[in-house]
T-cell receptor, first 114, second 111 residues
Framework: KQEVTQIPAALSVPEGENLVLNCSFT??????LQWFRQDPGKGLTSLLL?????REQTSGRLNASLDKSSGRSTLYIAASQPGDSATYLC?????????????FGKGTHLIIQP | DAGVIQSPRHEVTEMGQEVTLRCKPI?????LFWYRQTMMRGLELLIY????????DSGMPEDRFSAKMPNASFSTLKIQPSEPRDSAVYFC?????????FGPGTRLTVT
């Protein structure tokens, strides 16, 4: 059974710092990996999706990498801002073509101090 | 597109009552997923549909839970009878191939 772990569970850093969130998964036979952001009391917003054949994806100040063989992904946030404060969730999909649900980690609760 | 739409946004009910949650997926998406989020267990997949057909319901907790998708633009998740341990946020998501897009969720409280 696929298990997804996110470290750290919580992180508080001053504004402007670059930071890295970690995600690991037990079964490397994944189809894709998706990073989400969740604000308190809100739904999930998709940030980046990395397909199994890709190594990384970038969107603005966000960069996500994927190492399937080691079962790891990282989300890099550059020049953090208070508006980045949220819970960040990592999720993997086992099958292809949207043919399976996502297995989620418990998330990293991020606070950016002004 | 308005995104995935869920209703109601909040539901408070008494133990033993029937609860129905509703979801309208993004037009053109042929996959629909129901998830549940709790503090203890995080986000868990309950059931998903492909072209209105249930594919995997192994995540449904017990027989009190049922889900239907009568057409491509509507799905329901029903709990009958509801119990306090069903209190959670229930999310619906849809996808066409890769990314899943989530609705705002329904916060269910069973007293």
């Amino acid at each position: 059974k696929q298990e997804v772990t996110q470290i750290p569970a919580a992180l508080s850093v001053p504004e402007g710092e670059n930071l890295v969130l970690n995600c690991s998964f037990t079964d490397s036979a994944i189809y894709n990996l998706q990073w989400f952001r969740q604000d308190p009391g809100k739904g999930l917003t998709s940030l980046l999706l990395i397909q199994s054949s890709q190594r990384e994806q970038t969107s603005g100040r966000l960069n996500a990498s994927l190492d399937k063989s080691s079962g790891r992904s990282t989300l890099y946030i550059a020049a953090s801002q208070p508006g980045d404060s949220a819970t960040y969730l990592c999720a993997v999909e086992v099958s292809g073509g949207g043919a399976d649900g996502l297995t989620f980690g418990k998330g990293t609760h991020l606070i950016i101090q002004p | 597109d308005a995104g995935v739409i869920q209703s109601p946004r909040h539901e408070v009910t008494e133990m033993g009552q029937e609860v129905t949650l509703r979801c309208k997926p993004i037009s053109g998406h042929d996959y629909l997923f129901w998830y549940r989020q709790t503090m203890m267990r995080g986000l868990e997949l309950l059931i998903y549909f492909n072209n209105n057909v249930p594919i995997d319901d192994s995540g449904m907790p017990e027989d009190r839970f049922s889900a239907k998708m009568p057409n491509a633009s509507f799905s329901t998740l029903k709990i009958q009878p509801s119990e306090p341990r069903d209190s959670a946020v229930y999310f619906c998501a849809s996808s066409s191939e890769y990314e899943q897009y989530f609705g705002p969720g329904t916060r269910l409280t069973v007293t």
